[in-house]
């Protein structure tokens, strides 16, 4: 039961380089999220797809695109990194009526 | 906004101790308020849930009641044990039973020691 995958784990840029962060789910799911933690901020939403085909802005959306490839698939990108981006991103996705199911993260470090 | 203000931590306590992990919150309407949990290298997991005033959510031994008057969502445990060692995330939705966005509290670390 693999649930919600991401990948890579981990990641170093270089400050202006671009990378995309990728985000499968096998559950389902109509909607997906993009989510960034830092210390003592907790979890603050990037992006959402409420259904295949749509995406909405969250929180702190600046920096960052998405992609909803299919109803499986959901993709963060970075277009130019920069160090205020290192941070840990989620993917999390959720059914009609279910909690958030988050995957393991990707640790990225911006240079 | 809605937002959610959690107690800072680090919070250690020895194993059988008592935990309490404040949060309160702010928000329009009558939010859905949850609990997640983050082990070591994990994403968060629902440790429980309330969707209305005096609600009681529960999951392996912690308990919260949805306080209305004070708009607090206090966690508890009785007698906590070395595998509860997460981050504790509180969080607010908006009306509906899960939202569409969550709002989350910065987080608390729980240390146990044995």
């Known amino acids: 039961n693999a649930g919600v995958t991401q990948t890579p784990k981990f990641q170093v840029l270089k400050t202006g380089q671009s990378m995309t962060l990728q985000c499968a789910q096998d559950?389902?799911?109509?909607?997906m999220y993009w989510y960034r933690q830092d210390p003592g901020m907790g979890l603050r939403l990037i992006y959402y797809?409420?259904?295949?085909?749509?995406?909405d802005k969250g929180e702190v959306p600046n920096g960052y695109n998405v992609s909803r490839l299919n109803k499986r698939e959901f993709s963060l990108r970075l277009e130019s990194a920069a160090p205020s981006q290192t941070s840990v991103y989620f993917c999390?996705?959720?059914?009609?009526?279910?909690?958030?199911?988050f995957g393991n993260g990707t640790r990225l470090t911006v240079t | 906004g809605d937002s959610v203000t959690q107690m800072e931590g680090p919070v250690t306590l020895s194993e059988e101790a008592f935990l309490t992990i404040n949060c309160t919150y702010t928000?329009?309407?009558?939010?859905?308020l949850f609990w997640y949990v983050q082990y070591p290298g994990e994403g968060l997991q629902l440790l429980l849930k309330?969707?209305?005033?005096?609600d009681k959510g529960s999951n392996k031994g912690f308990e919260a009641t949805y306080r209305k008057e004070t708009t607090s969502f206090h966690l508890e445990k009785g007698s906590v044990q070395v595998s509860d060692s997460a981050v504790y995330f509180c969080?607010?939705?908006?009306?509906?039973?899960?939202?569409?966005?969550?709002?989350f509290g910065a987080g608390t670390i729980l240390r146990v020691k044995s």
């Open positions: 797809s409420a259904s295949e085909g749509t995406t």
């Open positions: 309330a969707t209305k005033a005096d």
């Open positions: 999390a996705s959720r059914g009609v009526l279910s909690p958030l199911h």
């Open positions: 969080a607010l939705s908006d009306s509906s039973e899960y939202g569409n966005k969550l709002v």
């Open positions: 928000a329009t309407g009558y939010p859905s």
């Open positions: 559950m389902n799911h109509n909607s």
